[in-house]
C-alpha cells in the first residue's frame, strides 16, 4: 500500500478523537495526538504535564516577539517542533493518522494526505461534553466554545486557511447525523476509495 496520512480536524465535542482511534484501529495505523507531545517533551528535557499544557494554544500576543526569526514564544516553539516531527514521519513515507496541529495544511505537498474535518450539532456536542466531562449545560457550552476559540486561533496563526472551512479538506462531516460508528464506517469507505485510486 502506497503511503497514506489521515489528517483529522474536529469542533470540540464533535467525538473527533474517538473517530480519529477507530480510523487508526481499523487501517492498523499508529494515531499522533498527544503521543506528538510525549516526542517533545524527551528532547525538550521536559515532563509531558509541561509541554501539554501549551499544546494547539495560541501564543499569547503580549508577552511574545520574535528576534533574527526566533520567537521567546514556548507555544511557537513547541507548535513548531510538532510540526517539524509529523514532517519527519511524513517524509520517512511511514503511514499515519494524526489529530489536528494543522496537519490538513503543514502536510498537504504528500500525495497520500487525506483530511477531514468533524463537526457536530450543538445540543449534541453539549450533550457529549456534558457526559464525558461531568459538567452542566451551561458548563459544557461555555467549555465547548472556548476550546473551539483556541482551536480557530491556534491555526489560523499558523496557517492561511481558515480552521474549519470546507475547502481545507478532502470531507467535512457532521458526526451528530450519524453517530460515531456510522460516521467511522463513513469515513473508512471514503479512505479506501482514496487509497484505490492510489495504487
Wanted: glycine content about 8%; some cysteine.
Amino acid at each position: 500500500m502506497s503511503q497514506i496520512i489521515i489528517s483529522v480536524g474536529r469542533e470540540f465535542g464533535s467525538g473527533g478523537r474517538v473517530i480519529a482511534e477507530k480510523i487508526a484501529e481499523r487501517f492498523n495505523l499508529p494515531l499522533y495526538d498527544r503521543h506528538l507531545i510525549t516526542e517533545i517533551a524527551g528532547k525538550m528535557g521536559m515532563t509531558f504535564e509541561s509541554v501539554e499544557k501549551y499544546d494547539e494554544v495560541p501564543k499569547n500576543v503580549f508577552v511574545s516577539r520574535r528576534i533574527n526569526g526566533y520567537s521567546n514564544s514556548i507555544e511557537d516553539n513547541i507548535a513548531e517542533m510538532q510540526f517539524d516531527v509529523m514532517e519527519e514521519k511524513a517524509k520517512s513515507g511511514e503511514s499515519f493518522v494524526v489529530v489536528g496541529r494543522c496537519s490538513e495544511t503543514k502536510l498537504k505537498k504528500y500525495p497520500g494526505l487525506i483530511s477531514f474535518f468533524i463537526l457536530g450539532d450543538m445540543d449534541k456536542k453539549v450533550e457529549r461534553v456534558m457526559e464525558v466531562y461531568g459538567l452542566d449545560e451551561d458548563d459544557a457550552t461555555r467549555f465547548i466554545l472556548k476550546k473551539d476559540k483556541k482551536r480557530k486561533r491556534y491555526h489560523n496563526y499558523h496557517c492561511q486557511g481558515k480552521w474549519g472551512d470546507s475547502r481545507l479538506y478532502d470531507f467535512s462531516i457532521n458526526s451528530s447525523k450519524l453517530g460515531i460508528d456510522e460516521t467511522v464506517d463513513i469515513i473508512e469507505g471514503y479512505i479506501r476509495a482514496r487509497i484505490a485510486k492510489m495504487d
